[in-house]
């Protein structure tokens, strides 16, 4: 459940509007006792996760609050149509639920809307928030200074490869590249002595959303530097940077993996349930090589998953992502992550932050990182033996966390995050090349930042 964003036609958002407007007709302010959460749900009926996690959230709540209600509202959608709901309902008093769960690449964008609600009161009373590590106390922030989420774990991105396909390729098991030529060179193995099997997958596309923009294109363009400075943003500068080589030496990779054919058939790399595909059956199923993806996916293969691989630690070997040609600090990750936050218009926020603060207790949150394969952000957590031993790759993806970077999360992001994708989905289509890619990812990202771009 991680972020996609792309197009969708009026048509569409207007029947997500009036779906979302439905959802919670009655208001959050039908009654004070009352606490209304709304949360993504799963768009596979098998993934109950968070289902699971909040129903017991919800019953400890109501035992410890006597009188005190918790009316779950789960919203099912594809990400980008579970924004555009949230939106909708954050409109108004009357759909405005009393917690939401906000994808932190869009919180800054909702907070200059107008749609949250500032924590810093609550937070200061609340002694575990001084628990929480820095970082995931920055992605929650407003560019105001003021807080305006509680971070429920974070993620980083490596590559998964089978252990399986790469035996039949004559491929190490223990295969660590150095750097993208490693990667491609492996792909291009796979492909001549492994016939059947996608050798490599790389999301890409408008309607990959979020996952082209950060699981695809930020792990490359990361590792095009020496790690110091944002390739997006120039943040002493405030403006956001035109595409330059790194930029265009990511798009080149993206290209070279769908024009030698090294990853799925375009159609399927364009298809906006493709990850679904990857992680309940491709990856499972022994079809794909290598997959550049977050460290969330054991979640889909746990007991009562629905798509249950026990196995999954014994077949599957685990990379990370290289820089691109080695250089320090050799290897790369992105890190996002969600939060909980408060609407503007919530009827019952003090109700909402209580709630918040029994599912961040340190048995929750270690229960809720384990069970959704996340990362902890609690600093007590990440260093409890019982977490780190929860599940196989915990270590290697909390490990990652030392050369993590964060999406410059800005207001004008997610449209900048859709010009990266328009980008991705020329050279994957070969409708156009590097070059023209990049001058449309400009001419784009100047309409989309009101022209405070640079170059650099």
């Given at each position: 459940?991680?972020?996609?964003?792309?197009?969708?036609?009026?048509?569409?958002?207007?029947?997500?509007?009036?779906?979302?407007?439905?959802?919670?007709?009655?208001?959050?302010?039908?009654?004070?006792?009352?606490?209304?959460?709304?949360?993504?749900?799963?768009?596979?009926?098998?993934?109950?996760?968070?289902?699971?996690?909040?129903?017991?959230?919800?019953?400890?709540?109501?035992?410890?609050?006597?009188?005190?209600?918790?009316?779950?509202?789960?919203?099912?959608?594809?990400?980008?149509?579970?924004?555009?709901?949230?939106?909708?309902?954050?409109?108004?008093?009357?759909?405005?639920?009393?917690?939401?769960?906000?994808?932190?690449?869009?919180?800054?964008?909702?907070?200059?809307?107008?749609?949250?609600?500032?924590?810093?009161?609550?937070?200061?009373?609340?002694?575990?928030?001084?628990?929480?590590?820095?970082?995931?106390?920055?992605?929650?922030?407003?560019?105001?200074?003021?807080?305006?989420?509680?971070?429920?774990?974070?993620?980083?991105?490596?590559?998964?490869?089978?252990?399986?396909?790469?035996?039949?390729?004559?491929?190490?098991?223990?295969?660590?590249?150095?750097?993208?030529?490693?990667?491609?060179?492996?792909?291009?193995?796979?492909?001549?002595?492994?016939?059947?099997?996608?050798?490599?997958?790389?999301?890409?596309?408008?309607?990959?959303?979020?996952?082209?923009?950060?699981?695809?294109?930020?792990?490359?363009l990361y590792g095009t530097g020496d790690g110091t400075a944002d390739p997006l943003y120039d943040k002493a500068g405030k403006k956001w940077i035109a595409a330059g080589q790194g930029f265009k030496d990511s798009l080149a990779f993206v290209e070279t993996v769908y024009k030698e054919k090294l990853g799925p058939e375009v159609s399927?790399?364009?298809?906006?349930?493709?990850?679904?595909?990857?992680?309940?059956?491709?990856?499972?199923?022994?079809?794909?090589?290598?997959?550049?993806?977050?460290?969330?996916?054991?979640?889909?293969?746990?007991?009562?998953?629905?798509?249950?691989?026990?196995?999954?630690?014994?077949?599957?070997?685990?990379?990370?992502?290289?820089?691109?040609?080695?250089?320090?600090?050799?290897?790369?990750?992105?890190?996002?992550?969600?939060?909980?936050?408060?609407?503007?218009?919530?009827?019952?926020?003090?109700?909402?932050?209580?709630?918040?603060?029994?599912?961040?207790?340190?048995?929750?949150?270690?229960?809720?990182?384990?069970?959704?394969?996340?990362?902890?952000?609690?600093?007590?957590?990440?260093?409890?033996?019982?977490?780190?031993?929860?599940?196989?790759?915990?270590?290697?993806?909390?490990?990652?966390?030392?050369?993590?970077?964060?999406?410059?999360?800005?207001?004008?992001?997610?449209?900048?995050?859709?010009?990266?994708?328009?980008?991705?989905?020329?050279?994957?289509?070969?409708?156009?090349?590097?070059?023209?890619?990049?001058?449309?990812?400009?001419?784009?990202?100047?309409?989309?930042?009101?022209?405070?771009?640079?170059?650099?």
């Amino acid at each position: 459940m991680r972020p996609t964003v792309r197009f969708t036609s009026l048509v569409t958002l207007t029947a997500l509007a009036a779906t979302a407007l439905a959802a919670c007709s009655s208001g959050s302010g039908s009654d004070p006792d009352t606490v209304k959460v709304s949360y993504k749900q799963s768009t596979d009926n098998s993934i109950k996760v968070m289902d699971t996690y909040l129903a017991d959230i919800k019953k400890q709540f109501e035992k410890a609050h006597p009188g005190k209600k918790v009316e779950l509202v789960p919203i099912k959608a594809p990400d980008s149509e579970y924004y555009t709901k949230v939106q909708q309902m954050l409109r108004s008093p009357k759909t405005a639920p009393d917690l939401v769960y906000e994808d932190t690449f869009l919180i800054n964008s909702d907070i200059t809307s107008g749609y949250l609600k500032p924590l810093d009161a609550y937070l200061a009373k609340w002694p575990d928030w001084d628990r929480f590590i820095d970082t995931a106390k920055t992605a929650a922030k407003g560019e105001d200074g003021r807080t305006y989420g509680v971070p429920d774990g974070t993620d980083t991105r490596g590559l998964w490869f089978s252990k399986d396909v790469f035996a039949k390729a004559g491929l190490p098991a223990d295969w660590q590249p150095k750097t993208w030529d490693d990667v491609l060179a492996a792909a291009r193995t796979i492909k001549e002595k492994v016939p059947g099997v996608t050798p490599l997958n790389v999301y890409t596309g408008k309607p990959a959303g979020e996952m082209a923009t950060m699981q695809g294109f930020e792990m490359l363009l990361y590792g095009t530097g020496d790690g110091t400075a944002d390739p997006l943003y120039d943040k002493a500068g405030k403006k956001w940077i035109a595409a330059g080589q790194g930029f265009k030496d990511s798009l080149a990779f993206v290209e070279t993996v769908y024009k030698e054919k090294l990853g799925p058939e375009v159609s399927d790399a364009l298809d906006p349930n493709f990850s679904t595909t990857v992680r309940g059956e491709l990856l499972p199923q022994g079809k794909l090589g290598i997959a550049l993806d977050g460290s969330w996916l054991p979640q889909d293969w746990l007991e009562g998953s629905g798509h249950e691989w026990p196995e999954w630690s014994k077949e599957l070997g685990l990379a990370a992502m290289p820089t691109q040609h080695g250089q320090a600090p050799g290897k790369v990750s992105m890190s996002g992550g969600w939060t909980w936050a408060v609407p503007a218009k919530a009827a019952n926020p003090d109700l909402a932050f209580e709630f918040v603060k029994t599912m961040q207790t340190k048995a929750n949150a270690q229960k809720w990182y384990v069970a959704n394969s996340g990362i902890a952000v609690r600093e007590d957590v990440a260093s409890d033996p019982a977490y780190i031993q929860a599940q196989p790759g915990i270590k290697f993806f909390t490990d990652l966390v030392a050369s993590t970077h964060y999406r410059p999360a800005y207001p004008a992001y997610p449209k900048v995050s859709v010009a990266v994708q328009e980008a991705m989905e020329g050279v994957t289509t070969g409708d156009m090349s590097v070059e023209e890619a990049a001058r449309g990812y400009d001419e784009a990202l100047k309409e989309a930042t009101d022209g405070k771009v640079v170059r650099k």
